[in-house]
C-alpha cells in the first residue's frame, strides 16, 4: 500500500513558479513510477509527466515540455514538478499518481492516487 499527499499548490500569476510535492509513504514507494496528472473544471484527467523508480527515464506532454520539470528525491520519497511558466491554461487539480510496472501517459497503469492540489494561474 501507498500513501500519496501532494502539497505547494496555490494561486500565481502568468509567468510565475510554482513547485508541486508528492509525498510518499509505504514500505516500497520509492521503487514505484511516478506520474503528474491535472484535471481542469470540465475535462477529463490529464496526463503532464512521469518518472521511472530510478528517475532516469522522464516524459512530458508537450503542453508543457520546457516548463515543467519532474524530479524525484527516493531518500525521501518524495517527486516533485517544478512548473515555470505558468499560463492560465494551467489551471487544474494537480494528481501524483504511483504505477508499479512503470512509466506511463495513460492514467490506467497507476496503482494509487493521492488527493489533488489546487493550481490556478490568473491572467
Known amino acids: 500500500q501507498v500513501q500519496l499527499v501532494e502539497s505547494g499548490g496555490g494561486l500565481v500569476q502568468a509567468g510565475g513558479s510554482l513547485r508541486l510535492s508528492c509525498a510518499a509513504s509505504?514500505?516500497?514507494?520509492?521503487?514505484?513510477?511516478m506520474g503528474w496528472f491535472r484535471q481542469a473544471p470540465g475535462k477529463g484527467r490529464e496526463f503532464v509527466a512521469t518518472?521511472?523508480?530510478?528517475?532516469?527515464?522522464?516524459a512530458y506532454a508537450d503542453s508543457v515540455k520546457g516548463r515543467f520539470t519532474i524530479s524525484r528525491d527516493n531518500a525521501k520519497n518524495t517527486v516533485y514538478l517544478q512548473m515555470n511558466s505558468l499560463k492560465p491554461e494551467d489551471t487544474a487539480v494537480y494528481y501524483c499518481a504511483a504505477a508499479r510496472w512503470g512509466t506511463s501517459s495513460s492514467p490506467n497503469p497507476y496503482d494509487y492516487w493521492g488527493q489533488g492540489t489546487q493550481v490556478t494561474v490568473s491572467s
Open positions: 518518472i521511472s523508480w530510478s528517475g532516469g527515464n522522464t
Open positions: 509505504g514500505r516500497t514507494a520509492s521503487s514505484y513510477a
